[in-house]
């Protein structure tokens, strides 16, 4: 039994092994099972147990003191598996040009060319139980898309076992190399010089204990990543591996909103722009969707951020004016809260002004949602997705009056977006009207109050964290290596999304585990060489042997 609860009483554990991997999701349990047989030991510390605990989940806790979002606390999953347990299985790969550096745009370009993540994109696939590897344009019949258009259609594929807790959990569980150590928080990094020295780690009843190993990783997400180093004080005021300040700057994550509705013409169907059934097929009865986005030829050309939509079926009241107003919005918000569905995370006090002084929107959007729970109208809902230019004032910072129960600052984020991050969405917006005006494929119906700053009232994050250890070659400008390795701390490894230098259109799923994987076999390789990938794509019947060897 390699899945394990620590001791909760007695001296503090020492607990020796070749790698030391913090996290338990996407990135962290995708290495491990890549060191299945290879002749290393592994401990993995999960911050939570096998099922969900409202105890450990308290650790997350925070605030929000930038841009409105999910409250720290709700966005993500302390638990063994993350928030794969959670999330909805969408995945798409980073187009070519997330990868450039782009004019207008300070702060992208990767340390990568997009081709070396090429073979781990496929065995990532796998990982994620896509039914294909590939991501080829979706027939949209009855839609002429112009070759050199600036919107173009693109494909997304939705994972059907998602959970990595239950795809990989037995395999884990069976090998006798690598450990799983649940509910055993990492409280701090302890170094001494450029070596990691150990991981003092505390298991959920306060009990030390104590990681030595040759090679860690930090693998908690884009949020606890920084948390971590920030609090690992005991080698500098800054925290670990931040003597230029960039520990938790660049926080990204993708604006979502719904923002109207389309309408087919006759004769025209769902297929025509590759819509997803319903939320609840996803991954089940549809295994893939389409979506239109900014052309690459486009981005690279201006500098532009990258936006995307895709169609879904969905309740029409969700999509009308009045629930998209200020009023309706408001209404929306002060429920989540009321029935527990969202933290109230200053909420209560940024929306009740306008439950108050916009009674008239308020009012029809509530006889709106009644109507909508009887007559079950649905339409095609318009779904937006926006890339964020890389902020350097966008960032993950300690709080200094709020604590854990472990005694680590709680955090704070201040989620910042620019004037220019408008851009794309206005461009797509435009050329998507055109393109279906001239297909003739039907209206497009864009609507839904703004705030101050341009940006539709409706948006939040997409719980996509990325950014705060950003990679580069240069640590003036980056917090590790193009091989996720720290700079200042010469055993130290960063896995997930932290490291993404930009964060593109796409979930950033598939992408935290090809990096994972590249990870895996840069530390296998003892010429730092990759290793052969398999040509061969996985096919879901022998799924569990390839992810050994594909």
Same mark, same amino acid.
């Given at each position: 039994?390699?899945?394990?609860?620590?001791?909760?009483?007695?001296?503090?554990?020492?607990?020796?092994?070749?790698?030391?991997?913090? =996290?338990?999701?996407?990135?962290?349990?995708?290495?491990?099972?890549?060191?299945?047989?290879?002749?290393? #030991?592994?401990?993995?510390?999960?911050?939570?147990?096998?099922?969900? !605990?409202?105890?450990?989940?308290?650790? %997350?806790?925070?605030?929000?003191?930038?841009?409105?979002?999910?409250?720290?606390?709700?966005?993500?999953?302390?638990?063994?598996?993350?928030?794969?347990?959670?999330?909805?299985?969408?995945?798409?790969?980073?187009?070519?040009?997330?990868?450039?550096?782009?004019?207008?745009?300070?702060?992208?370009?990767?340390?990568?060319?997009?081709?070396?993540?090429?073979? %781990? %994109?496929?065995?990532?696939?796998? /990982?994620?139980?896509?039914?294909?590897?590939?991501?080829?344009?979706?027939?949209?019949?009855?839609?002429?898309?112009?070759?050199?258009?600036?919107?173009?259609? @693109?494909? %997304?594929?939705?994972?059907?076992?998602?959970?990595?807790?239950?795809?990989?959990?037995?395999?884990?569980?069976?090998?006798?190399?690598?450990?799983?150590?649940?509910?055993?928080?990492?409280?701090?990094? @302890?170094?001494?010089?450029?070596? @990691?020295?150990?991981?003092?780690?505390?298991?959920?009843?306060?009990?030390?204990?104590?990681?030595?190993?040759?090679?860690?990783?930090?693998?908690?997400?884009?949020?606890?990543?920084?948390?971590?180093?920030?609090?690992?004080?005991?080698?500098?005021?800054?925290?670990?591996?931040?003597?230029?300040?960039?520990?938790?700057?660049?926080?990204?994550?993708?604006?979502?909103?719904? =923002?109207?509705?389309?309408?087919?013409?006759? =004769?025209?169907?769902?297929?025509?722009?590759?819509?997803?059934?319903?939320?609840?097929?996803? =991954?089940?009865?549809?295994?893939?969707?389409?979506?239109?986005?900014?052309?690459?030829?486009?981005?690279?050309?201006?500098?532009?951020?990258?936006?995307?939509?895709?169609?879904?079926?969905?309740?029409?009241?969700?999509?009308?004016?009045?629930?998209?107003?200020?009023?309706?919005?408001?209404?929306?918000?002060?429920?989540?809260? /009321?029935?527990?569905?969202?933290?109230?995370?200053?909420?209560?006090?940024?929306?009740?002004?306008?439950?108050?002084?916009?009674?008239?929107?308020?009012?029809?959007?509530?006889?709106?949602?009644?109507?909508?729970?009887?007559?079950?109208?649905? #339409?095609?809902?318009?779904?937006?997705?926006?890339?964020?230019?890389?902020?350097?004032?966008?960032?993950?910072?300690?709080?200094?009056?709020?604590?854990?129960?472990?005694?680590?600052?709680?955090?704070?984020?201040?989620?910042?977006?620019?004037?220019?991050?408008?851009?794309?969405?206005?461009?797509?917006?435009?050329?998507?009207?055109?393109?279906?005006?001239?297909?003739?494929?039907?209206?497009?119906?864009?609507?839904?109050?703004?705030?101050?700053?341009?940006?539709?009232? !409706?948006?939040?994050?997409?719980?996509?964290?990325?950014?705060?250890?950003?990679?580069?070659?240069?640590?003036?400008?980056?917090?590790?290596?193009?091989?996720?390795?720290?700079?200042?701390?010469?055993?130290?490894?960063?896995?997930?999304?932290?490291?993404?230098?930009?964060?593109?259109?796409?979930?950033?799923?598939?992408?935290?585990?090809?990096?994972?994987?590249?990870?895996?076999?840069?530390?296998?390789?003892?010429?730092?060489?990759?290793?052969?990938?398999?040509?061969?794509?996985?096919?879901?019947?022998?799924?569990?042997?390839?992810?050994?060897?594909?």
């Amino acid at each position: 039994m390699t899945i394990e609860t620590p001791p909760r009483s007695g001296s503090a554990a020492r607990i020796e092994t070749d790698i030391c991997i913090i =996290g338990a999701g996407a990135a962290g349990l995708a290495i491990a099972r890549e060191m299945i047989g290879k002749g290393v #030991t592994v401990s993995v510390l999960a911050g939570g147990a096998k099922t969900f !605990s409202h105890r450990a989940q308290f650790l %997350y806790h925070g605030r929000n003191v930038g841009r409105e979002s999910f409250a720290p606390g709700k966005a993500r999953f302390r638990m063994f598996g993350g928030s794969t347990t959670r999330w909805a299985g969408q995945c798409r790969p980073f187009d070519p040009v997330d990868f450039e550096a782009r004019p207008n745009m300070p702060g992208t370009g990767w340390p990568i060319e997009p081709g070396v993540l090429e073979p %781990y %994109y496929r065995r990532a696939a796998a /990982l994620c139980d896509l039914d294909d590897w590939r991501f080829d344009p979706p027939v949209c019949p009855g839609l002429a898309v112009p070759d050199a258009g600036d919107v173009e259609p @693109v494909r %997304y594929r939705h994972g059907q076992q998602v959970d990595f807790a239950q795809a990989l959990g037995p395999e884990l569980e069976a090998c006798d190399t690598v450990r799983v150590f649940l509910d055993t928080h990492a409280v701090e990094i @302890v170094a001494i010089g450029q070596q @990691v020295s150990h991981i003092d780690a505390r298991s959920t009843g306060g009990h030390r204990l104590v990681f030595s190993a040759k090679t860690y990783i930090l693998a908690c997400g884009g949020i606890e990543n920084a948390r971590l180093l920030l609090a690992s004080r005991a080698s500098g005021a800054n925290g670990l591996g931040n003597a230029n300040d960039l520990v938790g700057r660049y926080f990204m994550d993708h604006p979502f909103f719904f =923002g109207g509705s389309l309408d087919l013409a006759a =004769g025209i169907g769902p297929e025509a722009v590759g819509a997803l059934e319903g939320y609840e097929q996803a =991954g089940i009865a549809q295994r893939s969707h389409g979506a239109f986005a900014l052309s690459e030829r486009l981005r690279r050309e201006t500098g532009v951020n990258g936006a995307a939509v895709f169609f879904v079926s969905r309740a029409a009241h969700k999509s009308s004016p009045r629930f998209l107003s200020r009023g309706g919005v408001a209404l929306t918000r002060v429920v989540d809260v /009321l029935m527990h569905r969202e933290l109230p995370d200053g909420r209560m006090r940024r929306h009740l002004p306008a439950l108050l002084l916009r009674p008239g929107e308020v009012g029809a959007s509530a006889l709106e949602r009644v109507r909508g729970a009887i007559v079950k109208r649905r #339409t095609l809902a318009a779904r937006f997705t926006l890339e964020t230019a890389p902020n350097p004032d966008s960032r993950v910072r300690l709080d200094p009056t709020r604590r854990d129960r472990f005694g680590m600052p709680q955090v704070t984020v201040d989620w910042r977006l620019r004037d220019s991050d408008l851009r794309g969405l206005d461009l797509l917006q435009r050329g998507l009207t055109r393109l279906f005006a001239d297909g003739k494929v039907g209206q497009l119906n864009l609507h839904g109050a703004r705030d101050a700053d341009g940006y539709p009232v !409706s948006m939040e994050g997409g719980k996509h964290h990325m950014g705060t250890t950003r990679m580069s070659h240069d640590p003036q400008t980056g917090v590790v290596d193009s091989d996720c390795r720290m700079h200042a701390v010469h055993n130290l490894y960063v896995a997930g999304s932290s490291v993404f230098p930009t964060a593109g259109y796409v979930n950033p799923t598939l992408t935290i585990v090809a990096l994972a994987l590249r990870l895996a076999d840069h530390l296998l390789s003892a010429d730092r060489s990759k290793r052969p990938v398999q040509d061969k794509a996985p096919t879901r019947s022998d799924r569990s042997q390839t992810l050994k060897t594909f």
